[in-house]
């Protein structure tokens, strides 16, 4: 459920720090191990819904999905983190109808994470779509490139996607878990023929993939939320007040190559949208906060477009900003 | 890896390979051989061969088993009628949770396969057929949704019978349209 982008090592002109090293380790890390695994972000989850993925009948599984986003809706921070992001996406809703928007928000990341789960456990794939063919054979066929995405629909299915259907080397940045049992469970269930590096060694990793990306590859990375303690520059979305990795950009300024919204949309059951959008060419000048500020106008602008459309799933369960918190 | 997938092929949508129940496989056969001409893809798609791949018949299977648990739960009330389907529908909901966790820790005990899914359906299936074969005998109202669900079930052995006999028809047809 985490992801966010490479630190880079060094702070970005026009940079916020997001690490607050007065807050100490948040309250479920001071949680037995036992228990912790009970938490929304535990390992037993994980294991439980690995279970289940082999072995739920089929026909059984909207009714289950039903129950358990229900059951999920008991979880009150991630609840009412996406009742106050919905609030800014549809100004003037009510608390009431943002309810049911949250249970249609939790239905449709109970789906995708189980359809990701039978992707790793089972190799089944669900249906894909295209739109913006043109711009991911762009992408597929360039040199390389960034590949920025959101915490909609399954990135990670898209991620896999994206690996098995090309011969372009890809790489997937994300945050790692915050509970360690979870991290070394989700590490052993990662899927073949994907690296994903986690951003903890933020120097070296920028380092890797600098060279990744003239080497031809693809770095893929989640831009639409700042986790943990990493460069991250100032955004406006939906009018309130953000902040987005700054690593993409700073990696497309310093490679000099173009960075590619995709958004990995959920149409329905085992049905999957992979959307490409018109490339973000990062241009540097002499003034080089102007350069990021530029190109976080244009992903902000491509991603409050598509969180729009497509709020049921944008999987974002705390406050984006410091106003809806 | 190898997937089992098909790309910018319109018509896969309706293979009866993407169905899991023979009622439907052969729905979409018959609706494979009425479609006439071959649609042009207007995107880029990518269909997935998989039996357990159509939406529909997933939700309405589903919704199926709540519903018949619901009437089922309802007639063993001792409540007023609309209070006894107010219970019973959130009952059903749990029960569904209870028999599928049952029935695989139950099967867990026979095999140490990991993927039990296939097992798993069989045996709720069965418990469901079983189930409704005693319901249907009983006086009262609930026999008639037992009824049901037997003359879905007989419609579904029905429909793989009939499939059985069009097998090579049905392996054709999939083959002009998967390539």
């Given at each position: 459920?985490?992801?966010?982008?490479?630190?880079?090592?060094?702070?970005?002109?026009?940079?916020?720090?997001?690490?607050?090293?007065?807050?100490?380790?948040?309250?479920?890390?001071?949680?037995?191990?036992?228990?912790?695994?009970?938490?929304?972000?535990?390992?037993?989850?994980?294991?439980?819904?690995?279970?289940?993925?082999?072995?739920?009948?089929?026909?059984?599984?909207?009714?289950?999905?039903?129950?358990?986003?229900?059951?999920?809706?008991?979880?009150?921070?991630?609840?009412?983190?996406?009742?106050?992001?919905?609030?800014?996406?549809?100004?003037?809703?009510?608390?009431?109808?943002?309810?049911?928007?949250?249970?249609?928000?939790?239905?449709?990341?109970?789906?995708?994470?189980?359809?990701?789960v039978r992707f790793k456990e089972l190799r089944t794939?669900?249906?894909?779509?295209?739109?913006?063919?043109?711009?991911?054979?762009?992408?597929?066929?360039?040199?390389?490139?960034?590949?920025?995405?959101?915490?909609?629909?399954?990135?990670?299915?898209?991620?896999?996607?994206?690996?098995?259907?090309?011969?372009?080397?890809?790489?997937?940045?994300?945050?790692?878990?915050?509970?360690?049992?979870?991290?070394?469970?989700?590490?052993?269930?990662?899927?073949?023929?994907?690296?994903?590096?986690?951003?903890?060694?933020?120097?070296d990793l920028a380092l890797d993939l600098l060279d990744?990306?003239?080497?031809?590859?693809?770095?893929?990375?989640?831009?639409?939320?700042?986790?943990?303690?990493?460069?991250?520059?100032?955004?406006?979305?939906?009018g309130k007040a953000t902040t987005v990795p700054a690593?993409?950009?700073?990696?497309?300024?310093?490679?000099?190559?173009?960075?590619?919204?995709?958004?990995?949309?959920?149409?329905?059951?085992?049905?999957?949208?992979?959307?490409?959008?018109?490339?973000?060419?990062?241009?540097?000048?002499?003034?080089?906060?102007?350069?990021?500020?530029?190109?976080?106008?244009?992903?902000?602008?491509?991603?409050?477009?598509?969180?729009?459309?497509?709020?049921?799933?944008?999987?974002?369960?705390?406050?984006?900003?410091?106003?809806?918190? | 890896?190898?997937?089992?997938?098909?790309?910018?092929?319109?018509?896969?949508?309706?293979?009866?390979?993407?169905?899991?129940?023979?009622?439907?496989?052969?729905?979409?056969?018959?609706?494979?051989?009425?479609?006439?001409?071959?649609?042009?893809?207007?995107?880029?798609?990518?269909?997935?061969?998989?039996?357990?791949?159509?939406?529909?018949?997933?939700?309405?299977?589903?919704?199926?088993?709540?519903?018949?648990?619901?009437?089922?739960?309802?007639?063993?009330?001792?409540?007023?009628?609309?209070?006894?389907?107010?219970?019973?529908?959130?009952?059903?909901?749990?029960?569904?949770?209870?028999?599928?966790?049952?029935?695989?820790?139950?099967?867990?005990?026979?095999?140490?396969?990991?993927?039990?899914?296939?097992?798993?359906?069989?045996?709720?299936?069965?418990?469901?057929?079983?189930?409704?074969?005693?319901?249907?005998?009983?006086?009262?109202?609930?026999?008639?949704?037992?009824?049901?669900?037997?003359?879905?079930?007989?419609?579904?052995?029905?429909?793989?019978?009939?499939?059985?006999?069009?097998?090579?028809?049905?392996?054709?047809?999939?083959?002009?349209?998967?390539?």
């Open positions: 459920m985490t992801g966010a982008a490479p630190g880079t090592g060094s702070r970005e002109p026009g940079a916020v720090d997001t690490g607050d090293p007065r807050s100490g380790p948040p309250p479920a890390a001071r949680r037995s191990p036992f228990l912790r695994r009970f938490l929304v972000r535990g390992v037993f989850w994980r294991q439980f819904l690995r279970w289940a993925v082999l072995n739920v009948p089929l026909w059984t599984e909207p009714a289950i999905m039903a129950f358990w986003s229900g059951f999920f809706l008991l979880w009150g921070p991630g609840r009412r983190g996406v009742m106050r992001n919905l609030t800014a996406i549809k100004p003037g809703s009510s608390a009431i109808a943002n309810f049911f928007r949250c249970y249609r928000v939790f239905w449709n990341y109970a789906w995708t994470i189980a359809d990701n794939i669900p249906d894909w779509e295209f739109t913006g063919w043109e711009h991911f054979q762009a992408m597929q066929s360039g040199g390389g490139a960034i590949l920025l995405t959101a915490h909609m629909g399954s990135y990670d299915l898209g991620a896999h996607l994206f690996s098995e259907t090309s011969s372009r080397r890809i790489v997937m940045v994300r945050a790692p878990e915050i509970d360690p049992e979870t991290r070394r469970f989700e590490e052993q269930h990662t899927a073949e023929g994907l690296r994903i590096e986690f951003n903890t060694r933020a120097t990744t990306v003239r080497d031809g590859g693809i770095v893929a990375i989640q831009g639409d939320r700042v986790s943990g303690p990493i460069a991250a520059l100032p955004a406006t979305l939906f690593g993409p950009f700073a990696l497309a300024l310093a490679a000099r190559v173009p960075i590619y919204p995709v958004f990995v949309v959920r149409l329905g059951r085992r049905r999957y949208r992979l959307a490409t959008s018109m490339p973000i060419e990062v241009t540097r000048t002499r003034d080089r906060s102007a350069d990021l500020s530029r190109a976080v106008a244009l992903w902000i602008a491509e991603l409050e477009r598509v969180v729009t459309a497509g709020w049921y799933q944008w999987f974002t369960f705390e406050p984006y900003s410091p106003e809806l918190a | 890896m190898t997937l089992n997938v098909v790309q910018d092929r319109p018509c896969a949508e309706l293979l009866p390979s993407r169905r899991h129940f023979a009622l439907t496989r052969l729905i979409a056969f018959a609706r494979m051989r009425l479609a006439r001409g071959v649609p042009t893809p207007s995107q880029r798609v990518i269909h997935a061969l998989d039996r357990d791949q159509t939406a529909a018949e997933m939700y309405v299977a589903s919704f199926g088993f709540w519903l018949l648990l619901t009437c089922y739960i309802a007639a063993a009330l001792p409540l007023h009628p609309a209070a006894a389907v107010i219970a019973a529908a959130v009952m059903a909901q749990f029960a569904i949770q209870l028999s599928v966790v049952g029935v695989a820790l139950a099967t867990g005990l026979v095999t140490r396969a990991e993927n039990r899914v296939k097992l798993n359906s069989v045996v709720l299936m069965t418990a469901v057929l079983l189930v409704s074969s005693y319901v249907a005998t009983l006086p009262g109202d609930v026999r008639y949704a037992a009824w049901v669900c037997l003359g879905a079930i007989a419609a579904n052995a029905a429909a793989a019978a009939i499939l059985w006999l069009l097998r090579h028809s049905v392996r054709a047809a999939e083959e002009q349209c998967a390539g």
